[in-house]
Protein backbone atom coordinates (compact mmCIF):
# COMPACT_ATOMS: atom_id res chain seq x y z
CA UNK A 1 0.00 0.00 0.00
CA UNK A 2 1.56 3.03 -1.03
CA UNK A 3 0.16 5.42 1.08
CA UNK A 4 -1.30 9.05 0.29
CA UNK A 5 1.15 11.05 -2.06
CA UNK A 6 1.64 14.40 -2.35
CA UNK A 7 4.07 16.54 -4.10
CA UNK A 8 6.18 18.46 -4.16
CA UNK A 9 7.52 17.78 -0.74
CA UNK A 10 8.93 20.85 -0.41
CA UNK A 11 8.16 24.27 -2.49
CA UNK A 12 9.44 27.58 -2.34
CA UNK A 13 8.12 30.62 -4.18
CA UNK A 14 7.67 34.04 -4.46
CA UNK A 15 5.67 36.12 -3.31
CA UNK A 16 2.51 36.58 -5.91
CA UNK A 17 3.01 33.41 -7.58
CA UNK A 18 1.06 30.81 -7.93
CA UNK A 19 1.39 27.04 -6.16
CA UNK A 20 -0.39 24.11 -6.98
CA UNK A 21 -0.19 21.11 -4.18
CA UNK A 22 -1.10 17.80 -5.48
CA UNK A 23 -2.11 14.62 -3.86
CA UNK A 24 -3.17 11.09 -4.43
CA UNK A 25 -5.40 9.36 -2.05
CA UNK A 26 -5.09 5.56 -1.20
CA UNK A 27 -6.85 3.87 -3.58
CA UNK A 28 -10.22 2.93 -2.74
CA UNK A 29 -10.53 5.65 -0.33
CA UNK A 30 -13.52 8.15 -0.93
CA UNK A 31 -13.13 10.62 1.40
CA UNK A 32 -10.42 13.53 0.62
CA UNK A 33 -9.21 15.97 3.16
CA UNK A 34 -6.73 18.73 2.77
CA UNK A 35 -5.41 20.10 6.08
CA UNK A 36 -2.72 23.31 6.83
CA UNK A 37 -0.42 22.97 9.78
CA UNK A 38 1.49 25.98 11.45
CA UNK A 39 3.53 26.13 14.77
CA UNK A 40 0.85 29.04 16.12
CA UNK A 41 -2.43 27.24 14.76
CA UNK A 42 -1.80 23.91 14.65
CA UNK A 43 -3.48 21.91 12.16
CA UNK A 44 -6.33 23.40 10.86
CA UNK A 45 -9.28 21.62 7.80
CA UNK A 46 -9.15 23.91 4.97
CA UNK A 47 -11.67 21.83 2.64
CA UNK A 48 -12.52 18.02 2.61
CA UNK A 49 -14.35 16.04 0.04
CA UNK A 50 -16.47 12.96 -0.37
CA UNK A 51 -17.02 11.10 -3.60
CA UNK A 52 -15.30 13.99 -5.41
CA UNK A 53 -17.32 16.10 -4.29
CA UNK A 54 -16.72 19.24 -1.72
CA UNK A 55 -18.43 18.83 1.01
CA UNK A 56 -17.22 21.88 3.33
CA UNK A 57 -14.72 24.46 2.25
CA UNK A 58 -15.14 26.95 5.62
CA UNK A 59 -11.26 26.38 6.10
CA UNK A 60 -10.51 27.85 3.22
CA UNK A 61 -8.86 30.59 4.20
CA UNK A 62 -9.63 33.35 1.62
CA UNK A 63 -10.16 33.38 -1.88
CA UNK A 64 -6.93 33.06 -3.06
CA UNK A 65 -7.07 29.33 -1.80
CA UNK A 66 -8.96 26.83 -3.91
CA UNK A 67 -9.09 23.38 -4.56
CA UNK A 68 -10.31 20.65 -6.89
CA UNK A 69 -10.55 16.89 -7.02
CA UNK A 70 -11.15 15.83 -10.33
CA UNK A 71 -11.44 12.26 -9.96
CA UNK A 72 -11.05 9.71 -7.49
CA UNK A 73 -7.13 9.47 -7.46
CA UNK A 74 -6.10 13.22 -7.40
CA UNK A 75 -6.82 16.25 -5.89
CA UNK A 76 -4.91 19.78 -6.13
CA UNK A 77 -5.04 23.14 -4.01
CA UNK A 78 -3.75 26.43 -5.33
CA UNK A 79 -2.97 29.43 -3.92
CA UNK A 80 -2.75 31.98 -6.29
CA UNK A 81 -1.11 34.72 -5.88
CA UNK A 82 0.94 33.34 -2.48
CA UNK A 83 1.81 35.16 -0.20
CA UNK A 84 4.60 34.60 3.47
CA UNK A 85 1.95 33.75 5.64
CA UNK A 86 0.59 30.91 3.72
CA UNK A 87 3.83 29.32 4.38
CA UNK A 88 3.19 25.98 6.68
CA UNK A 89 2.91 22.37 5.97
CA UNK A 90 -0.10 21.41 3.63
CA UNK A 91 -1.33 17.57 4.18
CA UNK A 92 -3.68 15.65 2.10
CA UNK A 93 -5.53 12.80 3.95
CA UNK A 94 -7.75 10.35 2.88
CA UNK A 95 -9.88 7.75 4.32
CA UNK A 96 -12.65 4.64 3.27
CA UNK A 97 -15.62 6.67 3.84
CA UNK A 98 -15.32 9.70 5.15
CA UNK A 99 -16.93 9.00 8.80
CA UNK A 100 -15.90 8.56 12.13
CA UNK A 101 -15.34 4.56 11.91
CA UNK A 102 -12.73 4.89 8.56
CA UNK A 103 -9.39 6.97 10.47
CA UNK A 104 -7.46 9.27 8.25
CA UNK A 105 -4.43 8.93 6.41
CA UNK A 106 -2.08 11.19 5.97
CA UNK A 107 0.35 11.91 3.84
CA UNK A 108 3.95 13.49 4.61
CA UNK A 109 3.25 16.89 3.92
CA UNK A 110 4.77 19.51 1.52
CA UNK A 111 6.18 22.46 3.12
CA UNK A 112 5.41 25.55 1.32
CA UNK A 113 7.72 28.63 1.97
CA UNK A 114 6.32 31.90 0.36
CA UNK A 115 8.94 34.35 0.15
CA UNK B 1 -0.81 18.36 26.77
CA UNK B 2 -2.28 21.47 25.07
CA UNK B 3 -0.17 23.85 22.99
CA UNK B 4 1.31 27.03 25.27
CA UNK B 5 1.50 29.30 21.92
CA UNK B 6 4.57 29.02 19.76
CA UNK B 7 6.51 26.45 22.22
CA UNK B 8 4.85 22.92 22.20
CA UNK B 9 5.00 20.86 25.77
CA UNK B 10 7.45 18.85 25.65
CA UNK B 11 7.65 15.51 27.89
CA UNK B 12 11.34 13.89 28.02
CA UNK B 13 11.11 10.59 29.29
CA UNK B 14 14.04 7.84 29.75
CA UNK B 15 13.93 4.80 27.48
CA UNK B 16 11.99 1.64 29.08
CA UNK B 17 9.94 3.68 31.50
CA UNK B 18 6.72 5.03 30.77
CA UNK B 19 5.15 7.99 29.56
CA UNK B 20 2.08 9.69 30.23
CA UNK B 21 0.29 12.19 27.98
CA UNK B 22 -2.33 14.22 29.01
CA UNK B 23 -4.71 16.42 26.78
CA UNK B 24 -7.36 18.18 27.73
CA UNK B 25 -10.33 19.01 25.01
CA UNK B 26 -12.81 21.09 24.66
CA UNK B 27 -16.49 20.76 23.87
CA UNK B 28 -18.44 18.65 26.10
CA UNK B 29 -20.50 17.33 23.42
CA UNK B 30 -17.78 15.53 21.75
CA UNK B 31 -18.05 11.50 22.59
CA UNK B 32 -14.89 10.57 20.06
CA UNK B 33 -11.38 10.81 20.97
CA UNK B 34 -8.32 10.00 18.99
CA UNK B 35 -4.62 10.46 19.55
CA UNK B 36 -2.06 10.16 16.68
CA UNK B 37 1.99 10.30 16.66
CA UNK B 38 3.31 12.47 13.83
CA UNK B 39 7.20 11.94 13.11
CA UNK B 40 9.31 14.48 12.17
CA UNK B 41 9.08 15.54 8.06
CA UNK B 42 5.56 13.17 8.19
CA UNK B 43 1.95 13.15 8.15
CA UNK B 44 -0.33 12.30 11.68
CA UNK B 45 -0.73 8.51 12.53
CA UNK B 46 -3.65 6.71 13.64
CA UNK B 47 -2.98 5.09 17.28
CA UNK B 48 -5.72 4.50 19.30
CA UNK B 49 -9.33 6.03 19.29
CA UNK B 50 -11.71 5.73 21.94
CA UNK B 51 -15.48 6.25 22.18
CA UNK B 52 -17.41 8.23 25.27
CA UNK B 53 -19.08 5.14 26.43
CA UNK B 54 -15.80 3.27 28.05
CA UNK B 55 -13.40 5.21 30.29
CA UNK B 56 -10.10 2.79 29.08
CA UNK B 57 -8.76 1.25 26.00
CA UNK B 58 -5.72 -0.27 25.38
CA UNK B 59 -3.56 -1.31 22.10
CA UNK B 60 -0.76 -2.77 21.54
CA UNK B 61 1.68 -0.70 24.65
CA UNK B 62 -0.32 2.25 24.31
CA UNK B 63 -3.33 3.04 26.70
CA UNK B 64 -6.26 5.66 26.44
CA UNK B 65 -7.77 6.83 29.25
CA UNK B 66 -11.24 9.01 29.26
CA UNK B 67 -12.13 11.23 32.28
CA UNK B 68 -15.49 12.60 30.90
CA UNK B 69 -15.84 15.13 34.47
CA UNK B 70 -13.21 16.94 34.17
CA UNK B 71 -13.16 16.69 29.90
CA UNK B 72 -9.48 14.96 30.60
CA UNK B 73 -7.79 12.84 28.08
CA UNK B 74 -4.15 10.84 28.20
CA UNK B 75 -2.06 8.34 26.39
CA UNK B 76 0.06 5.80 28.10
CA UNK B 77 2.82 3.99 26.44
CA UNK B 78 4.69 1.50 28.36
CA UNK B 79 8.18 0.70 27.80
CA UNK B 80 8.88 3.83 25.92
CA UNK B 81 11.03 3.20 23.10
CA UNK B 82 13.16 5.46 20.72
CA UNK B 83 10.62 5.30 18.04
CA UNK B 84 8.02 6.76 20.33
CA UNK B 85 9.67 9.99 19.38
CA UNK B 86 7.22 12.13 17.92
CA UNK B 87 4.84 14.79 18.41
CA UNK B 88 1.06 13.28 19.93
CA UNK B 89 -2.07 14.57 19.38
CA UNK B 90 -5.55 14.11 20.88
CA UNK B 91 -8.40 14.91 18.81
CA UNK B 92 -12.66 15.43 19.50
CA UNK B 93 -14.85 14.74 17.32
CA UNK B 94 -18.55 13.07 17.72
CA UNK B 95 -18.92 9.51 16.59
CA UNK B 96 -21.15 8.94 13.56
CA UNK B 97 -20.17 12.44 12.35
CA UNK B 98 -17.85 12.99 9.64
CA UNK B 99 -13.73 13.33 9.76
CA UNK B 100 -14.30 16.26 9.08
CA UNK B 101 -15.51 17.59 12.01
CA UNK B 102 -12.50 16.30 13.82
CA UNK B 103 -11.09 18.80 16.04
CA UNK B 104 -7.16 18.32 16.94
CA UNK B 105 -4.77 20.00 20.05
CA UNK B 106 -2.12 21.53 19.32
CA UNK B 107 0.11 18.45 20.74
CA UNK B 108 2.66 17.40 23.35
CA UNK B 109 6.29 16.55 22.07
CA UNK B 110 7.42 13.43 23.15
CA UNK B 111 11.49 13.10 23.77
CA UNK B 112 13.16 9.99 24.65
CA UNK B 113 16.42 9.56 26.04
CA UNK B 114 18.54 6.56 25.45
Known amino acids: DAGVIQSPRHEVTEMGQEVTLRCKPISGHNSLFWYRQTMMRGLELLIY????????DSGMPEDRFSAKMPNASFSTLKIQPSEPRDSAVYFC?????????????FGNGTRLTVT | GESVGLHLPTLSVQEGDNSIINCAYS??????FIWYKQESGKGPQFIIDIRSNMDKRQGQRVTVLLNKTVKHLSLQIAATQPGDSAVYFC?????????????FGKGTKLSVKP
Open chain 1, 49 to 56: FNNNVPID
Open chain 1, 93 to 105: ASSLEGGTASPLH
Open chain 2, 91 to 103: AETYYGGSQGNLI
Open chain 2, 27 to 32: NSASDY
